[in-house]
């Protein structure tokens, strides 16, 4: 069974940097995108950064200049590098997942998020 969990979040103030990661675990045949979600109290999900396999990274607007996400394809881990952080950055962080567990079948998995608190 595939597993995806988060690891990283903490408090820091803010224009501090933090780095997420999430480490992807159990049977599987291919990962074929990564990508860093979060969600603020009373807000909906929203995408961060996305890392497709073999592909070009991209980040949402709030993120471009200050986040960067990477893969360590060989551990299948992915980062977040985060700096210069704001009050408005504060989450919950997510980790997501498009793996195939065998060819042809392709499923979303979500790790359990990590709480990234920016103080102002």
């Known amino acids: 069974q595939v597993q995806l969990a988060e690891s990283g979040g903490d408090l820091v103030q803010a224009g501090g940097s933090l780095r997420l990661s999430c480490r992807v675990s159990?049977?599987?045949?291919?990962?074929?995108?990564m990508s860093w979600y979060r969600q603020a109290p009373g807000k909906q999900r929203e995408l961060v950064a996305s890392a497709p396999t073999g592909g070009n990274s991209a980040y949402a607007d709030s993120a471009k200049g200050r986040f960067t996400v990477s893969r360590d394809n060989a551990k299948n881990l992915m980062f977040l590098q985060m700096s210069s952080l704001k009050p408005e950055d504060t989450a919950v962080y997510y980790c997501?997942?498009?793996?195939?567990?065998?060819?042809?079948?392709?499923?979303?998995?979500w790790g359990q998020g990590t709480q990234v608190t920016v103080s102002s």
């Open positions: 159990g049977s599987l045949f291919s990962i074929n995108s």
């Open positions: 997501n997942g498009r793996i195939e567990v065998a060819p042809g079948m392709e499923f979303d998995y």
